[in-house]
């Protein structure tokens, strides 16, 4: 199911860019406009985090010092929130790789 996603999001890049990740991976400089990456990207953020975890993962894009502070917090609710944003970039990486 997930490789049909996946696919999908790929074929039809502005069908997953709808999504905050997707949207701040488009503006970001690393990405350099490649709309299918970031769909790809999104996706992969549909499938791991909620819709709270993706604005928030969306400003790592803008300000990686915060992923750097969140990574290194003591906080259980950041720990717990860094362990699913481990998921999702390793999901992303698996699929989206190129």
């Known amino acids: ?6 696919a999908a999001a790929i074929l039809v890049p502005g069908a997953a860019l709808a ?5 701040a991976c488009l503006a970001s400089e690393r990405a350099r406009g490649d ?4 769909a790809c ?3 992969a953020a549909d499938a791991t985090l ?3 975890e993706q604005r928030r993962a969306a400003r790592f894009f803008r300000n990686p010092h915060e992923a750097q502070a969140v990574r290194a917090s003591t906080s ?6 860094w362990d699913r944003y481990i ?12």
């Open 35 to 38: 709309a299918a990456l970031c």
């Open 41 to 43: 990207i999104q996706v």
């Open 19 to 23: 999504g905050p990740v997707g949207n």
């Open 87 to 98: 998921a999702f970039a390793q999901l992303a990486e698996a699929q989206c790789a190129r």
């Open 1 to 6: 199911m997930r490789g049909i996603i996946l």
């Open 76 to 81: 259980d609710a950041d720990n717990r929130f």
């Open 50 to 52: 909620t819709s709270g």
